[in-house]
């Protein structure tokens, strides 16, 4: 069978002061056609999963572009085009195609087309014509369109959160779209809106017992799978919100009801499943208090991940105000003051100013006298088999307090973003990291307690206050009972 494979993935918070352009995508992962390397990143594990098919002669593999922007603001319609442009003139030199697989994120929103991924798929659909089976893979934190469902044969979404399944989703998504190609299985997409947009990690219930038995019930074979799209809070798209996919073997019925009782069942999660948020001083009190160090606060809402800049500054100065000590912060986006401090060098003390650059909302620069204690050319941090780039990096001191500095915008994945700079996360009573909660697969085994500090910002975290333009359904918490009729 001849299968193409392409992956074109941001996502993007409408709401940020920031704008991503081609750039941003050639800064954190652009790899043309044959050039992706061998381990995968967050949304291109389906490049792997098909090689290793190809490797065994079972396909001939039809490479495209993969490429990524760091989330951010709105994508240029130039840049959209571009990237659009490039895949699609790929796929028509690759025809004719048995199955076409992409690895997209499912949050990109550009200037001009709110509905990016569903864009992407309805033109290979009309290029590819009826006969290719089309997979899909995407982010839980994105948003599920009809047309995306329309045109896709086969769709596999992260279910954990922190996304550590990412390689596995991949390769699912690889083993369904060539067993549909094969004609082995007939997939039926049941979809069963929520109604609902919420932060649900996995890692805590009741999420953790939820994406459980849904496993359970794709190894039963049940369903050839199910998934959870969360939404993403901070795009402004007609369909915010989440959203239950579940994939049957020919038995839409089966299908139409378990998306119908999963969906009911996880509105029934709305407002139980985020973690307790703190206060940026009580967390830090707190965590200053306790017996098991080193303590991970979260810095939830200044996370690049959500397509902010990550130069907050909020909690770093409450930590100068109420001069704690053993404590690490990682990373505050500054590509300036690491220009300085390369220009100043390792051992160098000297007055900088660094941080809160971007918004009114995230506190006001630092003006310290720092030590720099290490500097590193293109800086990167793990986050499972892939490798995320930090860009050059510069880990300075103020006392006994450690920042990380970085030029490429990425939020905290893994202590190593601490070890590659020098500084030792399991000697420090405190560590910082700005995350959602990605942070937590890694950060787990050496941490002797989480906190989630909520610092307000110019991440839009408050549904109801949210200035959405293009919402026209009704989700919660912006309406108490969206499913009126459901639960009458």
């Known amino acids: 069978m001849r299968v193409f494979c392409a992956s074109v993935a941001t996502e993007t918070n409408t709401f940020s002061p920031l704008r991503t352009d081609f750039s941003d995508f050639e800064q954190s992962f652009y790899a043309r056609p044959g050039e992706h390397p061998e381990t995968p990143t967050l949304c291109s594990a389906v490049f792997p999963a098909l090689r290793k098919r190809a490797a065994r002669g079972e396909i001939e593999l039809i490479e495209g572009t993969a490429t990524w922007a760091e989330p951010g603001g709105l994508v240029s319609g130039p840049t959209w085009q571009r990237l659009r442009a490039e895949v699609l003139d790929q796929l028509r030199a690759a025809l004719p195609l048995d199955a076409a697989i992409f690895g997209l994120h499912g949050a990109m929103i550009a200037d001009g087309c709110v509905d990016c991924e569903g864009d992407l798929l309805e033109a290979v659909r009309e290029i590819a014509g009826p006969g290719c089976r089309i997979g899909v893979t995407f982010d839980p934190h994105s948003h599920l369109s009809e047309k995306r469902t329309a045109h896709a044969d ?94 049957t073997n020919g038995d839409p019925a089966r299908g139409k009801r378990l998306a119908r009782d999963l969906g009911m069942e996880l509105f029934g999660f709305r407002g139980r499943a985020t973690p307790e948020f703190l206060p940026p001083v009580e967390a830090l009190t707190r965590a200053d208090k306790s017996l098991h ?90 986050f499972g088999a892939s490798v995320v780039p930090l860009g050059n990096s510069a880990a300075i001191r103020i006392g006994d307090l450690d920042i990380v500095l970085n030029t490429n915008r990425a939020q905290a994945f893994s202590p190593d973003l601490f070890t590659n700079l020098g500084i030792d996360p399991e000697a420090k009573r405190i ?43 009704e989700i919660w918490p912006m309406a108490d009972n969206p499913h009126h009729e459901e639960l009458a």
């Open 293 to 382: 160090a080193p303590v991970v606060i979260a810095d939830v809402w200044d996370n690049p991940g959500g397509g902010v800049a990550g130069d907050s500054t909020i909690l770093l100065q409450h930590v100068l105000d109420l001069d704690l000590k053993g404590v690490a912060l990682g990373t505050i986006w500054d590509p300036m003051a690491v220009r300085l401090c390369f220009a100043a060098g390792e051992g160098a003390e000297y007055d900088l100013r660094f941080g809160g650059k971007t918004s009114a909302h995230a506190g006001q620069p630092v003006d310290a006298r720092v030590r720099v204690t290490r500097l590193v050319e293109n800086a990167v941090q793990s």
């Open 154 to 247: 086969i769709i596999t979404v992260f279910k954990e959160f922190p996304h550590t399944d990412f390689v596995e989703t991949g390769e699912t998504c690889v083993e369904l779209t060539l067993r549909t190609a094969r004609g082995e299985i007939s997939p039926v997409t049941s979809v069963f809106d929520v109604r609902m947009i919420d932060v649900l990690p996995t890692s805590l219930e009741p999420m953790r017992s939820f994406i459980d038995r849904l496993k359970s019930l794709e190894r039963s074979g049940e369903v050839l799978s199910a998934s959870v799209i969360h939404g993403f809070m901070a795009g402004d798209s007609p369909d915010l919100g989440a959203k239950i996919i579940v994939t």
């Open 431 to 473: 560590l910082i990291v700005k995350s959602t909660n990605h942070f937590h697969g890694a950060f787990a085994p050496l941490a002797g307690e989480i906190l989630y500090a909520a610092v307000d910002g110019p991440y839009p975290s408050d549904p109801c206050r949210t200035a959405y333009t293009r919402l026209k359904r």
